[in-house]
């Protein structure tokens, strides 16, 4: 059971470029979230998904851009990479409160991708 | 604006001692706290998650407690080990959003010494 899986693990971008870090889940989880973490912060709500085929934006959402094209895979996009982008991103899911409960709405992290944009 | 605050900072204790953390919160509506731990360069994994009417949870030597009057919570690590050296997170998470809405702590820096 692989649980939560990013990639890449680490990516050095130079300002201006673009890429996608790609998120897969194989606990059959409704919720999938896209978060960043820097230091003496904690961490913070770029986008989130509550299903297929939908997304909405969190607390720091711009710049980003997600899909959740299959239920499973939650894409985030980076259209024009800014040093202020240089963070630690992290994935995770959950079930919603409708599949197990509010006990169950447990968020697992993935093991994080660490971004330096340059 | 829903926060969570976490004391202290930082910890260094030695090994087979214990040490408690402790974590304020303003989130509302109170959905559940949760605690992680988080490795060096790993993501956060759950250590206990609790409801509205549960006052204290444990998890091997992780005993966490909850005060939803004071909005407050503690975790209480029992014979420190040196693997247990890590970040401590407290999450809170609200009804919004089906109850998925979470809250994070800066968390607390624990360091276990021989």
Known sequence: NAGVTQ????????????MTLLCAQDMNHEYMYWYRQDPGMGLRLIHYSVGEGTTAKGEVPDGYNVSRLKKQNFLLG???????????????SSYSRGQGGVRNTEAFFGQGTRLTVV | KNQVEQSPQSLIILEGKNC??????????????????????????????????????????????????????????????LSDSASYICVVSDLTGGGNKLTFGTGTQLKVEL
């Open chain 1, 7 to 18: 990639t890449p693990k680490f990516r050095v971008l130079k300002t201006g470029q673009s």
């Open chain 1, 78 to 92: 980076l259209e024009s990479a800014a040093p202020s982008q240089t963070s630690v991103y992290f994935c995770a």
């Open chain 2, 20 to 81: 408690t953390l402790q974590c304020n919160y303003t989130v509302s509506p109170f959905s559940n706290l949760r605690w992680y731990k988080q490795d060096t360069g790993r993501g956060p994994v759950s250590l206990t998650i609790m409801t509205f009417s549960e006052n204290t949870k444990s998890n091997g030597r992780y005993t966490a407690t909850l005060d939803a009057d004071t909005k407050q919570s503690s975790l209480h690590i029992t014979a420190s080990q």
